[in-house]
Each structure stands twice: as structure tokens, then as C-alpha cells.
């Protein structure tokens, strides 16, 4: 059965500080991945995501991430971080119809 | 794009009361659409998901239920609330044949 573990639950990192964010997933075929983060109180944003063709995606906010098919990662990375980017975030794998959810990253940021 | 507008942003229902969430999408026609829950340090589950008006996939049994009365309206509901059901609700929607899900802002529902 498919399914996606973020392994860490809590991460703090110094604002400046680069981030890397673990995703791995398990699926049969080739995998359509997708990052989402979550404000307090808000709805999910989708962050990138990749479905084939270069390995390393660029998404909104100054975030990418690197699917690395050997590895069944999806880690989403960012060189310097800043306060705003405090906040939830998601792993996801499209399994058939529907999204198929880590049970995500909480992201602090201290100055 | 599509934008998914939920309501409302917060309820707070007694045991036993009713429920019933409302999501409109603007911007597609005829997307899928997809009720999740999201309970603290569990992620998303999955509840309900259409495909097209009258058309429902349960992915859980529970104390809900979810109907697409038309093309860009999903509502859930439930008879009876229980205590268990309080959570975060979020509805999502992708065009038809593409994979990527936009959120709405969520329902916090809190049952007492």
C-alpha cells in the first residue's frame, strides 16, 4: 500500500540556517510527489511538486526539493531560512484519485 | 486557478446536534473534489471524494456523510455529532485529469 513518512516531527532551526525537511514515500509505480505547508489556522499551500523529468523541482517561497528514486525520498530543502517560514509542513504521494498524506514536519524558527 | 471557499471558518456544535460544511470552487468546471480531516500531530485523512454531481467515495466508515448536490458544491454532513468528530475540515479540488489539490482555508469544528 502506498504511503508517506516524514520522519521528523519537530525541527528547530537558527533564521539564516539552511533546512532540509525528510519525506519517504512508498508506491509501486512512478510516484507524483507533492510538498503543501500549513499556517496556524489555515488551509494547505502547495509549496512544488513533481511529477517526472529533472529530479530536483523549484517551488514557491525559495523552496526545492530532490526526488532521488534509489532513496524513495522527496526532501525538500531551503539555504536560509527566515521567520515566516515557521509553519507546518506536508509530504504528499497522489495514490489513484486521491493525496495520500504524511502526518507532517513542524518547523521552528529561532532568531 | 481555482479557489475553494469554505464555510464556516469555525462551529462549535453540541453532541448530538447537526452538521453541515458547505465548499464552492471558482474557476473549473467539473473538478474532483475532496473532503479531508485533520486532527492534531495525525495529518490528513481522507473522507469523502467526488468526481462529478451525485457522485461520492466514502474512503472511511464514520458518523458522516458528504453529497455534490452540483458541479461546484460539496457539502459534509452528519445526523448526530459525536465527540470524536471535532477536527479540522478541509475541502480541496484538482481539475479533471490533473492530480495537483488546492485547499480551502478549513473548518475548525469543536463538538462538546
Known amino acids: 500500500a502506498q504511503s508517506v513518512t516524514q520522519p521528523d516531527i519537530h525541527i528547530t532551526v537558527s533564521e539564516g540556517a539552511s533546512l532540509e525537511l525528510r519525506c519517504n514515500y512508498s508506491?509501486?509505480?512512478?510516484?507524483?510527489l507533492f510538498w503543501y505547508v500549513q499556517s496556524p489556522g489555515q488551509g494547505l499551500q502547495l509549496l512544488l511538486k513533481?511529477?517526472?523529468?529533472?529530479?530536483l523541482v523549484q517551488g514557491i517561497k525559495g523552496f526545492e526539493a530532490e526526488f532521488k528514486r534509489s532513496q524513495s525520498s522527496f526532501n525538500l530543502r531551503k539555504p536560509s531560512v527566515h521567520w515566516s517560514d515557521a509553519a507546518e509542513y506536508f509530504c504528499?504521494?497522489?495514490?489513484?484519485?486521491?493525496?495520500?498524506f504524511g502526518k507532517g514536519t513542524t518547523l521552528s524558527v529561532s532568531s | 486557478s481555482q479557489t475553494i471557499h469554505q464555510w464556516p471558518a469555525t462551529l462549535v456544535q453540541p453532541v448530538g446536534s447537526p452538521l453541515s460544511l458547505e465548499c464552492t470552487v471558482e474557476?473549473?468546471?467539473?473538478?474532483?473534489l475532496y473532503w479531508y480531516r485533520q486532527a492534531a500531530g495525525r495529518g490528513l485523512q481522507l473522507l469523502f471524494y467526488?468526481?462529478?454531481?451525485?457522485?461520492i467515495s466514502s474512503e472511511v466508515p464514520q458518523n458522516l456523510s458528504a453529497s455534490r448536490p452540483q458541479d461546484r458544491q460539496f457539502i459534509l454532513s452528519s445526523k448526530k455529532l459525536l465527540l470524536s468528530d471535532s477536527g479540522f475540515y478541509l475541502c480541496?479540488?484538482?481539475?479533471?485529469?490533473?492530480?495537483?489539490?488546492?485547499f480551502g482555508p478549513g473548518t475548525r469544528l469543536l463538538v462538546l
Open positions: 474557476g473549473t468546471s467539473n473538478p474532483n
Open positions: 467526488s468526481v462529478g454531481i451525485g457522485q
Open positions: 480541496a479540488g484538482a481539475h479533471t485529469g490533473e492530480e495537483t489539490q488546492y
Open positions: 508506491y509501486g509505480a512512478t510516484p507524483y
Open positions: 504528499a504521494v497522489e495514490a489513484g484519485t486521491a493525496l495520500i
Open positions: 513533481y511529477f517526472s523529468g529533472d529530479t
